[in-house]
């Protein structure tokens, strides 16, 4: 299989001079945060929605639907209004994340991190005060603002402060913090679901703690130097380069930095660029990567564990207490990936999960097909087998495509395409996180259990992906993808060893001269 692998000749890091700093790690912590506010979404909807008085306030006719004896279980949630409380926040958080892009350009990764923790107040104070649907809407729409941008700032910052050796880790904080978000949110629901009738309104309102932790914290970290640097600030971002290393031998990646940098500079329409041949390998990888994550069907999980595990028969607190041992699954298995990530590499996690994720939903959906159809519940027992089954999928997604969709974007675009790069890889998480969020209960409605067998073979899809089109880029320094990477590899070097796209030559010539 090495032919497929990019086959690098020298597999060990570029020796930068550098150790991990106290302070490295510190800004890590800090700006992984932003991943807080985005899992704290995902989690708390799903409960949220499950919960009566917010639905008799909000989605009267689910919530009589709820309560019809007779009404099929797979169908009592379908509800395109409810689902959209769900979904507009992505829909949002998609548009914003190519704003975003911009910012992070023109202005730092940093500020564009402390606008998403303003934002998100603000659409956190609309939501926990709402007085009626579209309230709720316009304070879905402020969140889904706020995770665009944090989500788009967050994972580049993480990947240009890293070390190489440990970029991985590092990136991954991101995700575990998401995965932190879900957790805690599942376990603020599983409380509030009890205090009645406004329990809802601190379930959503406490989504501004992770807020306002980003939004203090972001003033104690540093920008990154590629950001400092492309933005002409040399002596800076040097100084910056030098605290974070924690020594004053970083010639070698400053230069490195200020060579991509040039190049960067020379590029004025970073959106034209990224749509050149020579960008296809990296811009495919991103939107696939993402595209594929959602369709392993983790949301479909995440959002409506409560929602499913009441459809398979669980009452309202055995729903809750399922979802919160998902989520500390999920939190647990993230761990083992960043241990992980920078030793085995990102294919191997990446396929390994595949198998057991296979197995796993198709093994859901066999479960339901032959229980769910003689009645309408499934039997205790069996139902304790799903929610088994369901932590081994969480388990294999959560060391895998779920921290991996963030960090290989982040590492793989040149320069003087990332940002413009990363938020195609943003928005195509928001655009199938939006579609699966939409469609889910309704899916569900018509598949019925037929909806794991769809996950399972997209699954099968995405192993092929990685044993053909996905190259290895475990301690590759961030500006030598291309070389190291991108050119020795048997499909995708064609797009960049021939790919003087034109247009892109005399878009770089024209700035040249213009400088
Ligand atoms: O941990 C699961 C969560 O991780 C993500 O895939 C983000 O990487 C979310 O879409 C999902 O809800």
Not at 243 to 268: M, W
């Amino acid at each position: 299989m090495a032919g497929f692998a990019a086959s690098n000749s020298d597999d060990s890091p570029k020796q930068f001079e550098g150790r991990i700093t106290i302070y490295v790690v510190l800004c890590g912590i800090i700006a992984a945060t932003g991943g807080l506010m985005f899992g704290y979404d995902v989690g708390i909807s799903g409960g949220v929605t499950a919960m009566d008085d917010f639905l008799e306030k909000f989605f009267p006719s689910v919530y009589v639907k709820k309560h019809e004896v007779k009404e099929d279980n797979y169908c009592k949630f379908d509800d395109q209004g409810l689902q959209l409380f769900t979904s507009s926040l992505y829909l949002a958080a998609l548009v914003a994340s190519f704003i975003a892009s911009k910012t992070c350009k023109s202005y730092g990764r940093k500020l564009t991190m402390q606008a998403a923790s303003i934002f998100f107040l603000v659409g956190v104070i609309l939501n926990a005060a709402a007085r009626d649907l579209a309230m709720l809407i316009v304070g879905r729409i402020l969140l889904g603002v706020g995770v665009g941008f944090a989500n788009q700032a967050v994972p580049l910052f993480l990947s240009e402060i890293a070390p190489v050796r440990i970029r991985g880790a590092l990136n991954i904080l991101f995700q575990l913090d998401v995965t932190i978000g879900i957790l805690v949110a599942n376990v603020v629901n599983y409380f509030t679901s009890s205090i009645r009738p406004w329990g809802w309104r601190l379930s959503l309102g406490l989504a501004g703690v992770p807020a306002l932790i980003l939004c203090f914290g972001s003033l104690l970290i540093t920008e990154t130097p590629a950001s400092l640097i492309e933005r002409q600030k040399l002596d800076e971002g040097l100084a910056v380069l030098k605290k974070i290393r924690g020594t004053e031998k970083v010639e070698l990646e400053f230069n490195e930095i200020v060579d991509a940098s040039k190049i960067a500079q020379q590029v004025k329409h970073p959106f034209r660029n990224v749509m050149m041949r020579r960008s296809r390998p990296q811009l495919v990888i991103a939107i696939l990567m993402q595209v594929f994550q959602q369709f392993t069907g983790i949301n479909a999980i995440m959002f409506y564990a409560p929602v499913l595990f009441q459809t398979i028969g669980f009452k309202n607190d055995g729903s809750l207490l399922s979802a919160v041992i998902m989520g500390l699954v999920n939190v647990l298995c993230t761990v083992v990936s960043i241990l992980l990530v920078d030793r085995l590499g990102r294919r191997i996690l990446l396929l390994e999960a595949c198998a057991q994720m296979l197995i796993s939903q198709a093994a859901i959906g066999a479960v339901l097909q032959v229980f769910m159809k003689a009645n309408n519940n499934l039997h205790q027992d069996v139902a304790i087998w799903v929610v088994v089954l369901v932590c081994l999928f969480v388990s294999s997604f959560a060391w895998s495509w779920g921290p991996l969709g963030w960090l290989i974007p982040s590492e793989t675009f040149p320069l003087e395409t990332r940002t413009a790069g990363f938020a195609f890889a943003v928005s195509s998480n928001m655009l199938f996180t939006f579609i699966i969020a939409q469609a889910f209960l309704s899916m569900m409605c018509h598949m019925k259990a037929g909806i794991f067998f769809f996950f399972a073979a997209w699954i099968v899809a995405m192993a092929f992906f990685v044993v053909f089109l996905l190259p290895e880029t475990k301690n590759v320094p961030i500006d030598e993808m291309t070389e190291r990477v991108w050119k020795k590899h048997w499909y995708w070097r064609r797009f960049v060893d021939h790919g003087e796209d034109q247009n892109e030559t005399r878009d770089v010539e024209d700035s040249a001269n213009r400088l």
